[in-house]
């Protein structure tokens, strides 16, 4: 899990982030980047009843969280990320995941 600093839980930064942030595309995701406006790089995941049941989603959205925590975490600059899952993320293993993920981060 990423620690408290690290997460975007209010609903009005979902809509900031996704409005106002680039967009990266990725054939298991698409990442919406902007600028910080925290000291640390915060990430929000969304994923849709689409990608499958409710434990499908969990797995992704857990999945997607650790490989932020291990892998990317912290980021210089600072920025903010919401993750959204593509149905094709419902059938993605872990290592599927983290290697279309990745390059989109390094890339931002």
Known sequence: MLPKPNRVVH???????????????????????????AA????GFVVSKKV?????????RRRMSE??????LPLDPPVDVVVRALPAAG???YGT????????LRSR
Do not use: M
């Not at 930064?13 to 910080?36: C, M």
């Not at 490989?67 to 990317?72: L, P």
């Open 11 to 37: 609903a009005a930064d979902f809509r900031r982030i996704v409005r106002t942030g680039r967009r990266l595309t990725s054939s298991v995701a698409v990442l919406h980047v902007t600028e910080a406006e």
């Open 40 to 43: 640390t790089s915060r990430f």
């Open 52 to 60: 499958g049941n409710a434990v499908v989603r969990n797995r992704v």
């Open 67 to 72: 490989h932020v925590r291990q892998h990317v």
């Open 91 to 93: 059938i993605a293993d």
């Open 97 to 104: 995941l983290a290697t279309a993920f990745e390059p989109l």
